[in-house]
């Protein structure tokens, strides 16, 4: 009977043993219930970034799609960008329509051939490109009611961007400054700022400009371009290397200038040149099997 009894014990003795293990493990358990929620919170609304225009003027010759794949590579990066290209040409060429079509980002392109009278050394370069875009903004702009978020800048297609440097101009509220490296005949050129004003200009080139400045050094609201409608870059009576200042002079004076990237003493862009290429072993007659294509068809 003792051993029966045994038996059975120990034959119930593991199943117990799951039993209490079971409950054991269950009652460690969260409850069931869901745990009261913190009161649901609306997330803060940040007003959105305003808008960057870019507006480069390119034209056709062996680096252009080079110098529009390196834009484009960090104009991609930056948010709200909006980049007009402009092409210095008769019609919208079919690499530059390829290249928008594919970069990525909102592009709006457009053209307008340079007179073959101002296509000269010495004379000034892109006036009618940025021109163009100045009036695409314009016209984008004109029919709704301000205040119109954004920032206007003039974005040669070969010069060397900084992300950082969007981040500094995306503030502008009249007209904002910084340095440009590489330019001028110097490292670099400056504004000088004092106490959080521009007194003066660092350079090494024609220090009697009104503003002593390169066309990447500057970056206007939208707001100002659309109550100045009548300010252009200027063929008639502009000097070269003058076009930054006829057109600044038109819309702001020196005292009003926002200095940006630390007070002026930080180099966030460089007026880089891309070399000119050697083609000295280019054959006379197409050679090659295949068409590759690195510029504009030439229309001339
Ligand atoms: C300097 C300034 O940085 C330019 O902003 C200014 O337009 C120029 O001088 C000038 O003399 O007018 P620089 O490097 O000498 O620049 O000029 P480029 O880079 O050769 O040309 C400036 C922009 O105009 C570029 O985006 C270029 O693609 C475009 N461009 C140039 C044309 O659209 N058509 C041309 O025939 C030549
Ligand atoms: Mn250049």
Redesign the pocket.
Known sequence: MKSLLLSRFLLLLPWGLIVILLLDTDSSRAPLAPPARPPQQAAPRRPALPPIYAI????S?PV?KA?LTRLANTFRQVARLHWVL???AARRSELVSRFVARAGLPCTHLHVP?PRRY?RP??????E??NAGLAWLRQRHQHLQPPQPGVLF??????TYSLELFEEMRTTRKVSVWP?GL?GGRRYERPVVENGKVVGWYTGWRADRPFAI???GFAVSLQVILSNPKAVFKRRGSQ??M??SDFLKQITTVEELEPKANNCTKVLVW?T?TEKVNLGNEPKYHLDTVKIELCAESLT
């Open positions: 480069t003027p390119t034209y010759r252009q110098e402009v092409e210095d340079t296509k010495g004379l000034p370069r892109a006036t490109q940025r003039f974005a040669d297609d070969d010069n440009v330019v390169d066309m990447a070269p290397g076009q930054e007026h040149r």
